[in-house]
């Protein structure tokens, strides 16, 4: 037989090639039927993203932190902490709390873990208390001590107090990643100033040192008197605006500007200091926090 007429054998190196070639076409025809984007609607289902949590209107329990204003410091007597007129906890049917409110059974579903005099740099350890709880809630209002200072220049800077609200929702969402967060803004401790003004008992009471970097010589309307406070004013803005920024980046904290903006009056002070909420601004508080956290939608 010639060269010419032996028969075709295929080769090891044509048989492997072809065998490859084989798989890929094999491999592309599976994956068109697994899932074609343009396959008129034939493609595999892709798993659905998981849902953002949902804000609930009826937590069945509540830690509140903060400072003075939340243990009712002032409310009921000189120089005294009166934890039954909190807004957040208060057991007072008159104040009418949070708690009260919300809770089956405030007496057993309610903490008070905020502090008179606390700081931002207080909160974390003030969260890890109320972690220990497990609350559907928690509620914060802290930041006026730290634009009530001595001076403009002992104010907390607006770089600090982000740091520690930050680490304290970090810690908070570590342990109970369910929980929610209400968070008052700071006060404006500007209308206090024009308010209380007008009590020339409440001036005589300021002179003990209370809130210097706002409330001192409360009656100098000097060019430089204006500047400090606005100072602190801006020093007060900008910490709403950090803890706005910081809780909108989660799903489960709401900020309530309402309490800045509130018109408040002599009326809703304490009668022995112009500076804390008395009853009835223990009753606002109460009120405005509470229709921001029973508001639908996110």
């Not at 048989?15 to 592309?28: G, N, P």
């Not at 802290?142 to 600090?160: I, K, P, Q, S």
């Not at 003004?197 to 060019?223: A, T, Y």
């Amino acid at each position: 037989m010639t060269e010419v007429d032996r028969p075709f054998r295929p080769t090891r190196t044509r048989t492997a090639a072809a065998a490859v070639l084989t798989a890929a076409a094999l491999a592309v025809s599976l994956t068109a039927c697994a899932g074609d984007p343009d396959d008129g609607g034939r493609s595999a289902p892709r798993p659905s993203p998981k849902p953002s949590p949902a804000w609930r209107t009826d937590p069945a329990s509540v830690a509140a932190v903060g400072d003075s204003i939340t243990v009712g410091f002032d409310a009921c007597s000189v120089l005294s902490d009166c934890p039954a007129v909190s807004w957040a906890t208060g057991t007072d049917p008159d104040v009418n709390s949070v708690a009260r409110r919300l809770v089956k059974d405030p007496a057993t579903h309610s903490w008070n873990f905020a502090k008179t005099g606390a700081l931002m740099r207080d909160l974390p350890a003030q969260v890890e208390q109320a972690v220990r709880k497990r609350p559907e809630l928690v509620t914060v209002l802290v930041g006026a001590n730290d634009a009530c200072r001595t001076d403009v220049g002992a104010m907390t800077t607006e770089t600090a107090f982000r740091a520690d609200f930050e680490a304290s929702l970090r810690a908070l969402r570590r342990a109970l990643p369910k929980t929610q967060v209400y968070v008052a803004a700071v006060p404006d401790l500007m209308r206090l100033w024009s308010q209380g003004r007008q009590n020339p008992l409440g001036k005589e009471v300021w002179k003990l040192g209370i809130c210097g970097s706002m409330l001192r010589d409360p009656d100098d309307l000097s060019k430089a008197a204006d500047t400090r406070r606005q100072s602190v004013r801006d020093r007060v803005v900008a910490y709403n605006k950090a803890l706005e920024s910081v809780c909108e980046r989660d799903k489960l904290c709401r900020f309530d500007r309402s309490v800045f903006d509130f018109r408040f009056t002599g009326a809703e002070l304490s009668a022995w200091d112009w500076f804390h909420p008395g009853r009835e601004g223990q009753r606002e508080l109460a009120r405005m926090a509470f229709q921001e956290i029973t508001r639908k939608g996110s």
